[in-house]
Each structure stands twice: as C-alpha cells, then as structure tokens.
C-alpha cells in the first residue's frame, strides 16, 4: 500500500547527498516519489509502506540515517519566529551599541554577551550543520556562514557577527516559507473538493463520505454543486464549468455517455454518473501528485545552477584564504584588516539567492501551468518549451474533436447482405480504440455485433480478425492496397468520398471488399486561433495525419496550415519529424493515440492530449493537454517564455549584487552586516520575482503583448 514518509536525514544538506541518496535508490521498487527539503535536511517519499525498512536500511549503509519528522505544531512555529525576531533586535542593539558608544574593556563584554545571545536564538543550528560540513571537509552555504560568525567573534566583532547569524537564519526562514508556498499553491485544488457525496445505496439516495464511494457507484450532482470524482454521466445533462481543472474559460455541455472531472461545477442540470476513480486517484490527486513528483525533473538551467554553486563555494573559500595571507604584503594592508575583508567576502559569496533563485520559478510555473489545464512534468519542459521552432500535431483528436460519426454506409459486395455487413463491422470496431473505428461503431451500434476471433490491430493501417473461419478486416486504404483488393470502382467510390472530406474505412473479407464507410469529423473550437498564435510567434506548423491525403488536406484548409502531410504511418511521423529538426531546430509532437507515440518520442518536446489520449501517449509525452484545448500550446509557450525570462533575471541580478559588493569589498567600503543584508535583500527579490508566475493574472488565457515579435519574449 502507498504511503508518505517524512524524514530528517542529519548528513544530507546539499546537492551532493541528494544525488547520493537518489543513486542509492535508483532501481528500488515501490518508490513513487522523492521530494528533497535540503534547508530542512528533510526527505518527503512515497513509497510502498511495506518497504520502509528496507529503505532505511539501505540508505544507511552509506551513513544516511532516516528519522521519522514530528511536524511542529502552530505554537512551535510562532515560537520559532518570535526567537528570530528577537535575535534580530538584539543584534541590532549590539550594532548599535558598539557604534554610538564608546566603550571600556569591561562594557564591550556587555556588547558581546547581547551579540553571543543573538547567535545563540537565532544562528546555533546553521552554526551546527556548518561545522558537520566542515567535518566532512564540505564547504557548502553553512559551512561559509559558520567560519564567518567565528572569525567575526575571533577578531572581536562580535555585533557583526550576531548580525550576519541573524540576518542568514532570517534569510533561509524566508527561503524556506517561499517554496512551501509555492509548493503549497497546487495542493490548494484538493480543497475544491466536496468531502460528501450524495451515492444510491440499494435503491435509496445517501450522503457519504467521498473518500469511502467505491468505483462504479451511482452518484446524484445537483445544479450548483461540485462534481466529487471523475466519471461517465448515466442520466441527465448539464453545462459543467471545468475551469478549477483545465482552465477552460465556457462551461462545455455534457450529456448521458460523455465524462466529467472531479472539481468541476454542475451549473443547470440535475445529473447522475457512475463514477470511473476513488478519492485519492481523481483527475485533481493525479495533477497534484504528477506536479509534485516532477519537480526533480530539473531544467538544464537549474543544473547549470547547481554546478555552478557546487564549484563556486570552495573556489571563494580558497580566494579569502589569499586575501588573509596575501593582501597584507600585496595591498598593504593590516592582517587584521585583511582578515576582515576575507569574512566580508564569504558573507557575501554566499550562493543562497542564486540557489534559490532557480527552483522557486521552476516551481511556480510548474504550478501555474496545472492551474491552466497544463501538466509539465519537470523543469526540462519548460526549457524546451522556450526554445521550441516547429510543431507537428496529429489531426485527429488534436485539431480535430476526434469524436467522428459514420455518414456513408456503402455496400459494395455482391451476394452480401447489409445485415451481415453490419455485424462484421460492428464486431470488428467495437473493439478497435481508434476514433473512427469508434464512430462506426457507434453508428451500427443498432446492428447484432459478430463475434471476432484472433482479434489484431495493423499498425497505421486497421484492425483484423476472424470470424466463421474466415478472415476479415477493417481499415483504410493503405490496408486494401496492400491486400490487393481495390479495383477500379473501389477506387472511384474512395475517391468520391475523400473529396468531400470523409475518412474512409474499408471492410474486407479475405480478398473482396464488402462495404466502405465515410466517417466525418468537425474541426474543435479554437484549432485555428491556436495555429495562428503559434505562427504569430515564429514557430513553424505542419499537420501529421494517417488519413487519406484528400481528407488531410481539407481540415488542414480549415485550420490554416499549409504543411499538411497525409496517409503516414507511425513510422512514417517518425521520420518527418526527425525532417523537421532538421530544417527547424527543436520541434514538438502532439498526438493522442497510440500510433503517435513514436513520433512523440522522437520530438524533443511531446504535448499528449489529456482527455482525447491514449495512456501511451500521455505516458511518452513531456506536457499533457488535460481539457484537450490547443489554444493551450500557445499558452503554454507564453508561459515558459516568462519563465525563462525571469530565471535569467534572477541569475543575472544575484551575481551582479556579489560582484558589486566585492568591488565595495576591496575598497574597503562595505561591513559584514551590510554585506548579509544585501544578501538578504537579494534572495527576497529573486524569492518574489520568481513567485509572480503564481500572480492570478498569469492563470488562463495568455496574451501576447503588442510588441511580442517572433523572437517571442
């Protein structure tokens, strides 16, 4: 059985045991998820709970000692800040105190018995994990700030010292409450569900717990209520308003047979729907666990960061060294002075805002992209997102609704009956998933199903079967011709049917066409807003489809793109997609079905339609569609343009703060406090600039600004 299991784990504290631990566990079964708190040396996983032991078993062969966390209650935390607060009062007594007077042998003691005081409540576990890591002979953001404190107390300035343990607790406090929150803002939509639902027990309507209705239960939504758990409407219709789930910005009409999700409203219509999930694996607990899951997933960006930082500390741990020893022959300087300058320069060196700088965007936008009906899975996404030159996208399902019906019906065999054609076809589509095997399903649905032997799917091409010791089939033209079967009126009758826009199915037995099907499908709402976006930012469109080239063509009209290329076979997507790589540069796949995950693979960013798609496709895409909206592709761009935007911000603004103040540093221009406040007041900035992405007015519909040109943002 699943489980979360929160552990502190005293040895890990950077990076590196992350990356320790992760390998340690890389091919144990029954984990689902690791979450790593680094600033609270804390491990979130989801696992099997029968495999725990063995768990802590194995990361502590390496010395990672897993203890279960006891999560502070709201008085210890209240308590927790009170004490910084006063740290930070007292240090600033002591600044102020060491300044304004002057002092004998005997008052200083005073200064540094309120400064010891402040460093005590507020810098004594940073001071702990600084000297494990020095122990370790790791010279990490702890390891730094604690040889600051003790050469500050060392060379007797002891208020700097209480200000630079202080204002660093402070800092890694905020760090810490930023990424709760925003690791915090998704887990909000479990809170759009209704914790009762109204369920038919033998016969009789009750209210129950949602968390105790079994699958396959009957469940009665009024009009103005929240829909509790996913699943299929058996009586009634209604408008559902989706938005809470995929960012839908109408409510959509949903009748008896369609799907509906767990968080969306019923706004008219009283409806009944057997429900298709348990509580803890509806459409909002998979978007949450997928969203929380995937921030390991780390961007190129994000670990060009983090080498950055693992390189950069030892580097000006080395660089403070050569000031002590070097700077009072080379610059003259007292050793006393060159002492300080070296403290001021770990002070500011301190990586904490360009470490944090990265994976609170990352998370943000990871959390809004959910917000708007977008499942990202990682920081990657949206890297490639940003530099994404041309897209391919599927037609059915994707341009197309994918919910076709059968509009010609034509029996072409001699010395057949339509009954038994009916039945053949009937049997033969039922058991197909395509869309077009699903609308002549659906339009025979009236007939007597035969019963199909040796039932086989051909790739690109149909389905086969048996039926009465003989073989059939149902598919499309490229199937008839490489079974040899179209003649010359065949050919005429597919013809006919292609220019008018028809997907054509042919059934076949043995080596004589029985009937063609016309099957027909609408373009969605929104397709051609979204491929003129989409051109409207430089990227190039090309439409990918296994229909006839005549059908293919037709809906590539409607939707505006010219590059439109049809009757492909999975393996035949493949290769145009590698084409386009070629041509454009990065490119992305969309699909819904099986035959696209190939191609999905391929792309160097896959987007899977969440409600329209097979489980391979969204398995093998990077981003999940889950209102099946396209508008969402250009939405989502926009997105990680931003994001992109903001990350470099970030980066670029928390080194230009140290370099500045290494300039200062040199001239002697700048105190170790002064020194940490900018510190602070850098991390906060890039906390906050990152944390916009959560703002309400970048959830839903994207726009581009008026100057946004095709080197889009």
């Not at 559902?240 to 509906?260: C, F, H, L, Y």
Request: hydrophobic fraction near 45%.
């Amino acid at each position: 059985m699943k489980k979360e299991f929160s552990y502190y784990i005293k040895a890990m504290d950077c990076i590196n045991e992350e990356n320790d631990i992760r390998s340690l566990v890389k091919d144990f079964e029954g984990i689902y998820s690791l979450d790593f708190q680094l600033s609270k040396r804390r491990l979130v996983i989801q696992m099997d709970e029968a495999r725990e032991v063995e768990f802590k078993q194995r990361i502590a062969s390496k010395g990672y000692i897993a203890q279960p966390v006891i999560e502070k209650t709201g008085l210890t935390r209240f308590a927790e800040e009170i004490k910084l607060g006063i740290s930070l009062v007292l240090a600033f007594a002591a600044e102020l105190l060491s300044i304004m007077a002057d002092f004998g042998p005997s008052q200083k003691y005073v200064v540094g018995a309120i400064a010891l005081i402040a460093i005590f409540l507020s810098g004594f576990g940073v001071y702990k994990k600084g000297f494990l890591a020095l122990f370790k002979l790791k010279l990490n953001i702890n390891a730094l700030m604690t040889i600051a404190v003790t050469g500050a107390f060392v060379i007797g300035e002891w208020p700097e010292a209480a200000m630079v343990s202080a204002l660093f607790s402070i800092a890694e406090w905020i760090e810490s409450k930023a990424v709760d929150r925003a690791r915090g803002s998704i887990r909000k939509l479990l809170s759009i569900l209704p914790e009762e639902s109204e369920v038919k027990i033998a016969g009789i309507w009750k209210k129950m717990r949602t968390a105790d209705v079994e699958v396959s239960s009957e469940i009665r939504v009024r009009p103005g209520e929240r829909i509790p758990l996913d699943g299929l409407i058996t009586e009634g219709a209604s408008e559902i308003d989706q938005s809470p789930v995929t960012g839908e910005s109408r409510a959509v009409e949903r009748k008896v047979g369609d799907s509906i999700f767990a968080g969306s409203i019923n706004l008219s219509g009283m409806l009944v729907f057997e429900n298709s999930t348990v509580a803890t694996n509806n459409t909002v607990s998979r978007i949450i666990e997928l969203v929380e899951n995937t921030q390991s997933k780390k961007a190129p960006i994000e670990r060009f960061v983090d080498q950055f930082s693992k390189r950069y500390t030892p580097i000006v741990f080395f660089v403070s060294l050569a000031i002590v020893f070097v700077g009072p022959y080379v610059m003259g300087w007292t050793f006393e002075a060159s002492i300080y300058k070296a403290l001021v320069l770990l002070v500011i060196a301190c990586p904490c805002a360009l470490v944090i700088s990265t994976p609170i965007t990352i998370v943000s936008a990871l959390t809004t992209s959910a917000k708007i009906g977008v499942l990202m899975k990682g920081g990657h996404a949206i890297e490639r997102l940003h530099r994404l030159k041309a897209i391919a996208l599927d037609k059915t399902g994707t341009i197309t609704y994918g919910a076709p019906s059968l509009a010609d019906n034509i029996l072409v065999a001699k010395g057949n009956d339509q009954k038994t054609s009916n039945d053949l076809a009937l049997g033969l589509s039922k058991l197909s998933d395509h869309p077009v095997s699903k609308a002549i399903a659906k339009g025979l649905e009236s007939s007597s199903a035969g019963e199909i032997k040796d039932f086989t799917a051909i790739a690109g091409q149909g389905v086969s079967g048996s039926f009465e010791g003989k073989k059939i089939y149902l598919g499309n033209k490229k199937l008839g011709e490489s079974l040899g079967v179209l003649t010359e009126e065949i050919a005429r009758e597919i013809s006919g049917l292609e220019s008018r826009g028809r997907s054509v199915s042919l059934l076949i037995e043995e080596k004589k066409v029985i009937a063609i099907f016309g099957v027909t499908d609408k373009i969605k709402e929104g397709s051609s807003e979204a491929i003129k976006m989409l051109k409207d930012m430089g990227i190039h469109v090309s439409m990918l489809s296994g229909d006839n080239a005549k059908t293919a063509n037709l809906i590539g009209l409607q939707a505006g793109i010219s590059d439109v290329r049809g009757e492909l076979l999975p393996k035949d997507k493949l290769v145009l997609i590698q084409e386009l790589q070629q041509k454009f540069g990065p490119t992305g796949m969309t699909g819904d079905g099986i035959n696209d995950a190939p191609a999905l693979a391929q792309a160097d960013l896959g987007f899977a339609m969440g409600k329209m798609g097979t489980d391979s496709a969204k398995e093998t895409a990077d981003v999940v569609i889950i209102g099946d909206d396209l508008r969402k592709i250009p939405e989502t761009i926009l997105l990680a343009h931003r994001t992109h935007s903001i990350l470099w911000q970030n980066i670029v603004f928390a080194i230009g703060v140290k370099a500045v103040f290494l300039i200062l540093t040199f001239l002697g221009l700048a105190s170790m406090w002064m020194a940490v406040f900018a510190d602070v007041g850098a991390t906060l900035i890039v906390v906050f600039n990152g944390m916009r992405l959560l703002r309400s007015d970048q959830v839903g519909p994207l726009e581009m600004s008026d100057n946004c040109t095709k080197e889009c943002c």
